[in-house]
């Protein structure tokens, strides 16, 4: 299932990298802020909301990055260059992403800065909605995000463009050890 998610996730201009670890992943994220120049200067940000991951990751390797923020307000993610956040399921039929984002944190993260890292555990690739539907009960959901690709519309005399909406870049970091194999 995860091979048909990748395919259909790039297919619609997202980037999806796959880790067995979350010292895996973390390396790779820490390379990608430092490459992406994160630093302590407006439209430079990185922030990153609240997460399982998170909560399990070594305090000393993110405590280290200049210009990364957990703190998060609207104005702060607004003059982020990249957010970070957990989502809760993928469908491997569209290549979409599913987060529950009832908490303003991680819609803030996942709208405002210019690059969105999603963190996906590997387990959590479902094969359609029809399967997310019947494992989601909706009273415990207040507000569901669906993600496919990066922002995009292209409703200005039909010329496609990216990133007006929302962010210009998906990352999408599937994690083997934060739910296992798919």
């Known amino acids: 299932m995860y091979d048909q998610f990748r395919t259909k996730a790039e297919g619609v201009s997202a980037e999806v990298h796959r880790f067995q670890t ?8 820490l390379e990608f802020m430092k490459q992406e120049n994160v630093s302590d200067t407006p439209n430079q940000y990185a922030v990153w909301a609240q997460c399982p991951f998170l909560e399990q990751a070594d305090k000393g390797k993110v405590s280290d990055v200049n210009g990364l923020y957990f703190d998060i307000n609207r104005e702060r993610a607004n003059q982020a260059r990249v957010g970070i956040s957990q989502v809760d399921w993928a469908l491997a039929d569209t290549g979409t992403l599913v987060q529950d984002a009832s908490a303003i944190d991680k819609r803030l993260v996942s709208t405002l800065p210019s690059i969105h890292i999603a963190l996906l555990p590997s387990s959590a690739v479902l094969p359609d909605m029809a399967s997310w539907l019947s494992c989601v009960n909706p009273k415990n959901t207040g507000y569901i995000s669906m993600i496919t690709g990066p922002s995009r519309t ?12 929302g962010p210009e870049r998906l990352v999408i970091v599937c994690v083997d050890e934060l739910g296992g194999d798919n």
């Open 154 to 165: 292209a409703d200005i005399e039909r010329v496609l463009t990216i990133g007006v909406h």
């Open 22 to 29: 979350q010292t895996e992943a973390m390396d790779f994220i």
